[in-house]
């Protein structure tokens, strides 16, 4: 098992920043990917940004350039510095772990997921 614990959200009015921290523990080896994901009132869960251990990131479309994944491997823990922030940022943030696998030069696939406890960020306008 892998326990992940989140902290870091708050509010802050459009423009703004605030950083996201998400520390691992447990059995860290069973997962390769850190990252965090989100959910608005009414939407599903989506993807906002992920890192490898290898340092290969993923963001959502709606978050690049404004948004930046960094880790501390000595301290198995993945940060999201979030800058200029918008109203629609507003949601759950929820700190994730998983594990990725790949079956070929192409294809690839994810298990082992683990989910913080969310971590609300609101975005006045």
């Known amino acids: 098992q892998v326990q992940l614990v989140g902290s870091g959200g708050g509010l802050v009015q459009a423009g703004g920043s605030l950083r996201l921290s998400c520390a691992a523990s447990?059995?860290?080896?069973?997962?390769?990917?850190m990252g965090w994901y989100r959910q608005a009132p009414g939407k599903q869960r989506e993807l906002v940004a992920t890192?490898?251990?290898?340092?290969?990131?993923n963001y959502a479309d709606s978050v690049k350039g404004r948004f930046t994944i960094s880790r501390d491997n000595t301290k198995n823990t993945v940060y999201l510095q979030m800058s200029s922030l918008k109203p629609e940022d507003t949601a759950v943030y929820y700190c994730?772990?998983?594990?990725?696998?790949?079956?070929?030069?192409?294809?690839?696939?994810?298990?082992?997921?683990?989910w913080g406890l969310g971590t609300q960020v609101t975005v006045s306008s």
């Open positions: 890192m490898t251990d290898g340092g290969y990131t």
């Open positions: 994730n772990g998983k594990r990725e696998r790949w079956f070929s030069a192409s294809r690839k696939g994810y298990d082992n997921y683990y």
């Open positions: 447990g059995s860290i080896e069973s997962i390769n990917v």
